[in-house]
């Protein structure tokens, strides 16, 4: 397994402004994903992000409003552009330790005024 | 496309009435189901993962199964600290399948 924190774990933010939340674990790993977790709705997997190359986005998710860093193989950043209350939502990161399967952070709770 | 369709969507338990939690599944070659459980305000905790059908994995009074169309989470004589929410997702065979998540099972159970 992994362990993975992640910063901050809930924020209150302004529409139109930008947030950077920040996911660390505590061993190297390839594989880090973003999902995001809205009421009522199942996760959803914004984009896949592999140390040292462009990170793999899902349908309907775009660079310029969820820009992603992964800068080493233990850390990486989700920034949510551009704010709207559309995207007030849980914020998970998770990693690939094990063949398959995935280990998730604690998530970042975010609200959007 | 991948789909996960879990029920029902909330389930009410007195403690120590055993029950199933169902989560039916299409893929296009079935890398792996996996059962996570997530409490209020936490990220998803995993569970079991399955591979192939008719293989089951235990865990205290937990245990998963899977067929070719849909895997159980057995709960025997649960207790309120079971309370949460258990999430299915699948993965599929394909190059760089993802996880496909259902919306999830939220169970109470009363002392």
Known sequence: SAVISQKPSR?????????????QVDSQVTMMFWYRQQPGQSLTLIAT??????ATY???FVIDKFPISRPNLTFSTLTVSNMSPEDS???LCSVSVAA?????????????? | EDQVTQSPE????QEGESSSLNCSYTVSGLRGLFWYRQDPGKGPEFLFTLY?????????????????????????APKPEDSA?????????????????GKGITLSVRP
């Open chain 1, 49 to 54: 992000a592999n140390q040292g190359s462009e």
């Open chain 1, 100 to 113: 398959e399967t995935q280990y998730f952070g604690p998530g970042t709770r975010l609200l959007v005024l």
């Open chain 1, 11 to 23: 924020d209150i933010c302004q529409r139109g402004t930008s947030l950077t939340i920040q996911c």
């Open chain 1, 89 to 91: 939502s849980i914020y």
């Open chain 2, 10 to 13: 909330a389930l009410r338990l």
């Open chain 1, 58 to 60: 899902e349908s309907g």
């Open chain 2, 52 to 76: 192939s059908a008719g293989e089951e994995k235990e865990k205290e009074r937990l245990k998963a199964t899977l067929t070719k169309k849909e895997s159980f989470l057995h709960i025997t």
């Open chain 2, 85 to 101: 929410t258990y999430l299915c997702a699948v993965q599929g065979a394909g190059a760089n399948s993802k996880l496909t998540f």
